[in-house]
């Protein structure tokens, strides 16, 4: 089993749709959390991190479940712009590794 | 967020030469890097650990006499392709960071 498993996608909506992306994680000893998108040819930037508590900046949500080793991404009224591959990450402390899952691409269509 | 620099932005060059590419942290200090590699339309690939003052952890596979990293200094950690052929040919990343993992632009090498 792979340590962080993404949705295999890909996603295609239409603009203003919601879509969700779902990752699980294998290590229980994980500590933190995050969700880059990587745009086509060019390197992941941060998206947002996740909290246990859930955490929301915009149109974009994300929460984690710790007892499920399971993070989502929900993205509110799709913009053209949204269309790249998003990434959930995942840092395990102990280990100082930080770990990524294949991605998620998401094309938002017009 | 932190800024990461990579140099050189693109290589070619012709099979069997060695490709040194570099990885910087420029407004922190960096004991702990990452090395990626990304091939088209795939995941990116944990390559190594890289280390300052000390030696590169290797992922399962990359063997560390091709893939020579040196983590001299708190902001700078260099991966060496040595002898390249068109199979390393492929999108290396750095990250370096606290908590959170901040990216170079990456290094695109295409061996001929």
């Known amino acids: 089993r792979k340590e962080v498993e993404q949705d295999p996608g890909p996603f295609n909506v239409p603009e203003g749709a919601t879509v969700a992306f779902n990752c699980t994680y294998s290590n229980s000893a994980s500590q933190s959390f995050f969700w880059y998108r990587q745009d086509c040819r060019k390197e992941p930037k941060l998206l947002m991190s996740v909290y246990s508590s859930g955490n929301e900046d915009g149109r974009f949500t994300a929460q984690l479940n710790r007892a499920s080793q399971y993070i989502s991404l929900l993205i509110r009224d799709s913009k053209l712009s949204d269309s790249a591959t998003y990434l959930c990450?995942?840092?395990?402390?102990?280990?100082?590794?930080?770990?990524f899952g294949p991605g998620t691409s998401l094309s938002v269509i017009p | 967020g932190a800024v990461v620099s990579q140099h050189p932005s693109w290589v070619i060059c012709k099979s069997g030469t060695s490709v040194k590419i570099e990885c910087r942290s420029l407004?922190?200090?960096?004991?702990?890097m990452f090395w990626y590699r990304q091939f088209p339309k795939q995941s990116l690939m944990l390559m190594a650990t890289?280390?300052?003052?000390?030696?590169?952890?290797?992922e399962q596979g990359v063997e560390k006499d091709k893939f020579l990293i040196n983590h001299a200094s708190l902001t700078l950690s260099t991966l060496t392709v040595t002898s390249a052929h068109p199979e390393d040919s492929s999108f290396y990343i750095c990250?370096?960071?606290?908590?959170?993992?901040?990216f170079g632009p990456g290094t695109r090498l295409l061996v001929l």
């Open positions: 407004d922190f200090q960096a004991t702990t």
């Open positions: 990250t370096g960071g606290q908590e959170t993992q901040y």
């Open positions: 890289s280390n300052e003052g000390s030696k590169a952890t290797y």
């Open positions: 990450v995942v840092n395990v402390t102990s280990y100082d590794k930080v770990i």
